[in-house]
């Protein structure tokens, strides 16, 4: 009888400890984000995770189950940050853009996004973690441009680096013989939804067009004369391409937040180009028989070249406004516009230009 009083108050005691275990045991208030492989999305609270299975509670559908071959990624999201007006927004695949630049943010896996502006489209792809791949080109697809991005994060989460790159090529236009790169480095400070960020680069173009100067082989070219006409010889042209033109890049952009669909966007750009060529002039006149007074044979001088310099300050101001109606699509306008001087120098001669224009920019974007 002792023996049964004994066992049955151990049992009691083991019934009561786990039941007030079960009561410690604090229970998951995360919301998760939910991501199918066919790009369904759920948003709520775990209830439980068999392995096989993923019991979530959601405030539109109830208590869902979800088969973990089914499942892509499961992240924790956080109400006030990714949400907005109790809608879901994320961090934004938007959000690693401003007008033209980028900022130092990657694009989260499996996330890309396209864009179309007035002069043409993107697209943008995440390869990996840190590293993105885009194709940027006009409305008749040329020229086109290839761009790489590498970002690096630290540990503290508002401070992150980058590198990229723009390769581009006239493409159809001038059989491909234009070419065109810029290469840049970035630091962005701050958060997805506010944040500044200091870019150095460097650019290069040559379009790869004739430079239009008409010169030619210099020499004699003989003058006969056919069925009673001067043939006048043709003479033999001297073509001459466009030099490179070279300009370091510094530039200056941010986004803010100033309400719950909208940001105010600000990209600079500062552009210093320089481009060395030649100012070229060339002599050539009929030689007449003294004689006869006939025309003889035509005279084409050397080529005299002078070098000319041009160099140009540019800069690119693009303020605007971001409206994000939806995770998967936005819309921003700039009033962009470009203030530069240019100063042209050749031997004893200083001649500078100073110009402004307007550049309108409307950009759609789209995530995929």
């Known amino acids: 009888m002792k023996n049964t009083l004994i066992l049955l108050f151990l049992f009691l005691l083991a019934s009561q400890w786990n039941s007030l275990s079960a009561q410690v045991e604090p229970a998951d208030t995360n919301l998760y984000r939910v991501v199918k492989y066919n790009k369904q999305e759920y948003i709520g609270r775990i209830l439980n995770d068999d ?16 088969p973990k071959s089914e499942i892509q990624s499961i992240t924790i999201i956080h109400r006030e940050i990714d949400f907005v007006n109790d809608e879901y927004r994320g961090i934004g695949v938007f959000t690693t853009r401003y007008q033209f630049s980028t900022n130092a943010f990657p694009l989260q896996k499996h996330e890309n996004y396209a864009l179309i502006n007035l002069y043409g489209p993107e697209v943008h792809f995440s390869v990996s973690k840190n590293f993105s791949i885009g194709v940027m080109a006009t409305w008749i697809a040329s020229p086109i441009v290839l761009a ?36 840049w480095a970035m630091a962005t400070y701050g958060d997805r ?24 082989e210099p020499g004699n070219y003989p003058i006969t004369l056919t069925n009673g006409y001067w043939g006048f010889p043709n003479l033999t042209p001297i073509q001459f391409k466009t030099p490179t033109t070279k300009a370091p890049i510094l530039g200056l952009a941010g986004i803010a937040s100033v309400g719950k669909k909208a940001s105010f966007v600000l990209d600079m750009m ?26 003889s044979y035509t005279y084409v001088g050397p080529i005299n070249s002078i070098e000319k310099t041009t160099n140009s300050v540019n800069c690119l101001i693009m303020p605007g406004m971001r409206f994000q109606k939806s995770e998967h699509t936005a819309f921003q306008v700039s009033l962009a516009g470009v203030i530069g001087k240019s100063t042209i120098q050749t031997i004893g001669s200083l001649q500078t230009t100073r110009y402004s224009f307007p550049v309108p920019m409307c950009t759609w974007f789209y995530k995929f």
């Not at 790159?165 to 790169?181: A, D, E, H, M």
């Not at 200091?198 to 650019?203: K, Q, V």
């Not at 500062?270 to 025309?295: A, L, N, W």
């Open 193 to 216: 939804k506010n944040n500044v960020t200091l870019s150095l680069g460097y650019s290069y173009l040559n379009t790869g067009l004739q430079s239009g100067e008409q010169m030619y």
């Open 270 to 295: 500062f552009i210093f180009g320089k481009k060395i060529e030649q100012s070229r002039s060339q002599t050539y006149q009929y030689v007449y028989d003294p004689s006869t007074g006939d025309p």
């Open 51 to 66: 392995g096989r299975e993923v019991l979530l509670e959601t405030s539109s559908l109830g208590k869902i189950y979800i």
């Open 148 to 183: 790489l991005k590498y970002t690096i994060p630290t540990r503290n989460e508002k401070l992150n680096f980058g590198f990229g790159t723009l390769l581009g090529s006239v493409g159809y236009l001038n059989q491909g013989k234009g070419f065109g790169g810029l290469h």
